[in-house]
Nanobody, 115 residues
Framework: VQLQASGGGLVQAGGSLRLSCAVS????????IAWFRQAPGKEREGIAC????????VYSDSVKGRFTIARDNVRRQLYLQMSSLKPEDTAVYYC?????????WGQGTLVTVSS
């Protein structure tokens, strides 16, 4: 199983980015997916997830209303649409997939938001 994250880059405050995570090696229709991020000097934090059994979404307070998590089961892609970006959103972003008691992580993609 491999998760390949992409879409990071440098953006000005107030701008938008869409992160993608390509999943290979399994059918992930019943999995729970999530995006985490780790800012310099800080612990990794979960910011968005889709619960597997009912597709409910949950967001951290820090991104609620600005970020949207989505999945495309046919293309086997995970997405994180980020809007109204702030300098404090600067971090390495990771996708994670959980299925039947196992978890897999993508390699991370760097998002830098300039003020």
């Amino acid at each position: 199983v491999q998760l390949q994250a992409s879409g990071g880059g440098l953006v000005q405050a107030g701008g938008s980015l869409r992160l993608s995570c390509a999943v290979s090696g399994l059918t992930f229709g019943n999995s729970a997916i999530a995006w985490f991020r780790q800012a310099p000097g800080k612990e990794r934090e979960g910011i968005a997830c889709i619960v597997s059994d009912n597709d409910d979404t949950v967001y951290s307070d820090s991104v609620k209303g600005r970020f949207t998590i989505a999945r495309d089961n046919v293309r086997r892609q995970l997405y994180l649409q980020m809007s109204s970006l702030k300098p404090e959103d600067t971090a390495v972003y990771y996708c994670r997939l959980a299925l039947q008691g196992r978890t897999w992580w993508g390699q991370g993609t760097l998002v830098t938001v300039s003020s």
